[in-house]
């Protein structure tokens, strides 16, 4: 069956555009997290829906940083004004509900020129 | 959430067990073990979770200790295509869920299990 999607799997952005990140959750799943991860690091929680109300952006390291997810299924993180540290694979993952395993997406690299 | 402290690396022959170990001595009584682990250039990818009990499934078996204070993740048969990093990750869990951040991943370094022929 089809997994988690993102799109683009690369991209390249000069510092200060602004880039918006797609994921595509498994169908029915309730439950959407964004991660980040740097090089040669875990990935580290940016945000959390449940269906299309965010409960959780704790983890967002800038009002640079905003997420989006209004039909409670594809989600859009969307990054202004990126800068150099912006740069790395920002990953996607969604669950049954906030209790169940997680399924994760290939991720998007995101490198700032 | 609880840490987890793992060996950064290990090196494992092709279908011997690869048991990877992990200490969570903070642990509480409601947070569970869960293992992910991730090859390169792809997602985690979830292996398994536990409670108190061992556990087992088609990808791996996860024992962990009485006191709760540590636990070992067995791939039985490792094969080239095991080789990753493997992420122990203790998580909050509460009955019937919850609005809040119960669900994330706290995950630390991981430990890189290298499979060779």
């Known amino acids: 069956g089809a997994g988690v999607s993102q799109s683009p799997r690369y991209k390249v952005a000069k510092r200060g555009q602004d880039v918006a990140l797609r994921c595509d959750p498994i169908?029915?799943?309730?439950?959407l997290f964004w991660y980040q991860q740097a090089l040669g690091q875990g990935p580290e929680f940016l945000t959390y829906?449940?269906?299309?109300?965010?409960?959780?952006k704790s983890g967002l390291p800038s009002d640079r940083f905003f997420a989006e997810r209004p039909e409670g299924s594809v989600s859009t993180l969307k990054i202004q004004r990126t800068q150099q540290e912006d740069s790395a694979v920002y990953l996607c993952?969604?669950?049954?509900?906030?209790?169940?395993?997680?399924?994760f997406g290939p991720g998007t690299r995101l490198t700032v020129t | 959430d609880a840490k987890t402290t793992q060996p950064p690396s290990m090196d494992c022959a092709e279908g011997r067990a690869a048991n990877l170990p992990c200490n969570h001595s903070?642990?509480?009584?409601?947070?569970?073990v869960y293992w992910y682990r991730q090859i390169h250039s792809q997602g985690p990818q979830y292996i398994i979770h536990?409670?108190?009990n061992n556990e087992t499934n088609e990808m791996a078996s996860l024992i962990i200790t009485e006191d709760r204070k540590s636990s070992t993740l067995i791939l039985p048969h490792a094969t080239l295509r095991d080789t990753a990093v493997y992420y122990c990750?203790?998580?909050?869990?509460?009955?019937?869920?919850?609005?809040?951040?119960?669900?994330?991943?706290?995950f630390g370094q991981g430990t890189i299990l290298t499979v060779h022929p």
């Open positions: 990750i203790v998580r909050l869990f509460l009955p019937g869920g919850g609005g809040t951040s119960y669900g994330k991943l706290t």
């Open positions: 536990g409670l108190k």
């Open positions: 829906f449940q269906n299309e109300a965010q409960l959780d």
């Open positions: 169908s029915g799943h309730v439950s």
């Open positions: 993952a969604s669950s049954l509900s906030v209790t169940y395993e997680q399924y």
């Open positions: 903070t642990i509480s009584g409601n947070e569970y």
